[in-house]
């Protein structure tokens, strides 16, 4: 049952998608706060894509402090949907309520969803389709966390970056899954390079080599449009390329050191290995040339991402300066001479640090701020940097040469 009280506030809390502006100086708050005040008040969650993504986040956000509810989920299969929802209600059976009339599936199921009386809605399907869900959800006046990449294409990154100016205009939250701007390792890392500590920045390193993911074989009686989504990381509609959906995170740490984007890349890549049908249309490997400006300076960024067994594999990302180096992902920092000079601290008194949980801390943080009143929107740094490997699969797809502007206006 809801109370009187909870009832008003959710009218308040969609009313501000409206009145925003004015909602803030009646309160002397800005929406956010006044919807959640005092931090006390349930934060209503939306589901949408319930593959292990989405289950993931789901319980990672009713992980977080001070109470929460999943009450609503979209997937475009029922079997998907079915199995999140079992799997989210043993971890969190008091913070689910789902009912039938709440479970929605099919192509159309994201905006039943959106219709629900819910204040967050996780976006987590195949990235293909996060502008078009993006949109929907700001149109609606929810508070996002969605998934990378953001979009597969210049055309929905463009989408994303426009919808994202409702968002700040609604003072929506907007958090994307670009989990290592919320590790303590990566934040102090990045904060003692960009301080000087190895000096200027000349070259970076940034990989993500592994041996690949899934297949689900097709079976019989199955439409191409379900093998296609079911399989969706080896089509580019659906999933970009591994360079998109997996190395974004690599690149997205070094746009975040740069302070900046690429001003333009070359590279090459193909099919050597994994060439199957079962694989789809994607490459099993790329590489890449970034080339970043700032201030006049240049320097490059040499990037790897690949698929292929019985390889040398890295997921990690290294700066060369004037002045020494660092690897980032394991926060250390050497002098000219190959000497440690700093680390990251592994412990914390008696107990060994847990130096990459950004997946549940994003979370927390995300929701720690709307109790707080804040409004975080990282869509632009999500948007991006999913375009620097958008960039780079066109420039390894093309073998040609390609200019920042030139990619983000085709």
């Known amino acids: 049952m809801t109370t009187n009280s909870d009832s008003s506030r959710r009218s308040f809390l969609k009313d501000t998608a409206v009145v925003a502006a004015g909602a803030s100086v009646l309160a002397g708050l800005n929406p956010v706060r006044a919807a959640h005040v ?51 209600s043993r971890q969190h059976a008091d913070k689910v309520d789902v009912p039938k009339e709440r479970q929605f599936v099919g192509f159309d199921a994201y905006q039943k969803v959106l219709e629900q009386d819910i204040d967050l809605v996780i976006l987590a399907t195949p990235p293909g389709f996060r502008p078009l869900h993006f949109e929907a959800a700001v149109n609606a006046g929810k508070h996002v966390f969605m998934e990378k990449p953001v979009a597969v294409d210049a055309i929905g990154v463009n989408k994303v970056i426009d919808a994202n100016q409702i968002a700040k205009s609604k003072n929506l939250a907007v958090a994307v899954g670009l989990q290592r701007h919320h590790e303590p390792i990566y934040i102090e890392t990045i904060k003692r390079l960009q301080d000087g500590e190895i000096g200027r920045i000349v070259a970076t390193r940034a990989y993500w080599n592994g041996e690949g993911v899934w297949v689900r074989p097709r079976k019989d009686g199955q439409s191409e449009m379900e093998y296609q989504m079911r399989n969706w990381y080896y089509f580019n509609w659906l999933c970009g390329d591994h360079i998109t959906e997996q190395h974004i995170h690599n690149l997205d740490v070094i746009n ?33 040339e970034f080339t970043y400006e700032n201030e006049g300076d240049r320097s490059v960024l040499l990037s790897q ?83 620097t490997s958008i960039l780079g699969r066109m420039c390894t797809y093309s073998g040609q040469e390609i200019k920042w502007a030139d990619a983000l206006a085709s």
């Open 305 to 387: 991402c690949r698929h292929i067994g019985n390889c040398w594999n890295s997921v990690s990302e290294y700066a060369h300066g004037s002045e020494g180096s660092c690897d980032l992902a394991n926060g250390r920092i050497f002098d000219t001479k190959g000497t440690l000079k700093w680390e990251y601290p592994r412990m914390d008194g008696g107990n060994r640090k847990n130096l990459h949980d950004g997946w549940q801390q994003e979370h927390h943080d995300l929701f720690a701020a709307l109790r707080r009143g804040d409004v975080p929107n990282e869509a632009e740094y999500g948007a991006y940097s999913s375009m």
């Open 256 to 288: 975040w050191l740069m302070g900046s984007y690429p001003v333009s890349a070359q590279g090459q890549g193909g099919r050597q290995v994994r060439t199957g049908k079962e694989y789809g249309e994607i490459y099993d490997h790329h590489f890449v």
């Open 38 to 88: 005092g931090g006390s008040d349930t934060i209503r969650i939306g589901l949408v894509g319930c593959g292990g993504r989405g289950r993931g986040a789901a319980e990672q956000a009713l992980n977080t402090e001070g109470p929460t509810q999943l009450v609503a989920m979209a997937d475009a299969f029922d079997d998907n949907l079915q199995s999140a929802l079992q799997t989210v």
